[in-house]
Antibody
Framework: QVQLKESGPGLVKPSETLSLTCDVS?????????WGWIRQPPGEALEWIGS???????FYNPSLKSRVTLSVDTSSNQFSLRLTFVTAADTAVYYC???????????WGQGTLVSVSS | EILMTQSPATLSLSPGDTASLSCRAS??????LAWYQQQPGQAPRLLFY???TRATGVPARFSGSGSGTEFTLTISSLQSDDFALYYC?????????FGQGTKVELK
């Protein structure tokens, strides 16, 4: 069974960089699929952030593209998210997920709450 | 960007009832619509993709229907495990977008 688990700081100061890592087990990232990040601000809809392939090919949501970087570490079977210059609007539960070739998400992590506050 | 609107926000029902959840897209997404279920504190679980194709392990009491801009998730004979949050997602046009969710709660 594919399992994903997010990790990273739960509190980030405004204007700093949010960094999260997703550990994947039960499936080798090298075997295929895109791997993505989705977030949900309190009381708001889920928002797709971006996706990355094991080759490093990326797709980003245009609304966040200027601040987002995804990376992948196939040797550790994990992928990561960096979001720069965060504000309170970036406070959200962040999920990592496996994206199929038909663009829906078939396995998700439990999510991790990241709060942006001084 | 395609806007996804789910209704109602909350559905209050009893075990054994039938739940009907609606998802509307701001423009046609064909049949590229996925549904997810989320229990409190748990990861979202894929229920349907392609509007009506059940994901592995999803019970037959769940059914998905619709095309274009109007979609429905129906849960017949509600069981205790079914009281949860449900989200739709269009997987037709980049960027992929989600609805706000419908909470099915115990009446």
């Amino acid at each position: 069974q594919v399992q994903l688990k997010e990790s990273g700081p739960g509190l980030v100061k405004p204007s700093e960089t949010l960094s999260l890592t997703c550990d994947v087990s039960g499936y080798s990232i090298r075997s295929g699929y895109y791997w993505g990040w989705i977030r949900q601000p309190p009381g708001e809809a889920l928002e797709w952030i971006g996706s990355i392939y094991h080759t490093g090919s990326t797709f980003y949501n245009p609304s966040l593209k200027s601040r987002v970087t995804l990376s992948v570490d196939t040797s550790s079977n994990q992928f990561s998210l960096r979001l720069t210059f965060v504000t309170a609007a970036d406070t959200a539960v962040y999920y990592c997920a496996r994206r199929t070739h038909s663009y829906y998400f078939d396995f998700w992590g439990q999510g991790t709450l990241v709060s942006v506050s001084s | 960007e395609i806007l996804m609107t789910q209704s109602p926000a909350t559905l209050s029902l009893s075990p054994g009832d039938t739940a009907s959840l609606s998802c509307r897209a701001s423009q046609s997404v064909g049949s590229s619509l996925a549904w997810y279920q989320q229990q409190p504190g748990q990861a979202p679980r894929l229920l349907f993709y392609g509007a009506f194709t059940r994901a592995t392990g999803v019970p037959a009491r769940f059914s998905g229907s619709g095309s274009g801009t109007e979609f429905t998730l129906t849960i017949s004979s509600l069981q205790s495990d079914d009281f949860a949050l449900y989200y739709c997602q269009q997987h037709d046009s980049w960027p992929w977008t989600f609805g706000q969710g419908t909470k099915v709660e115990l009446k």
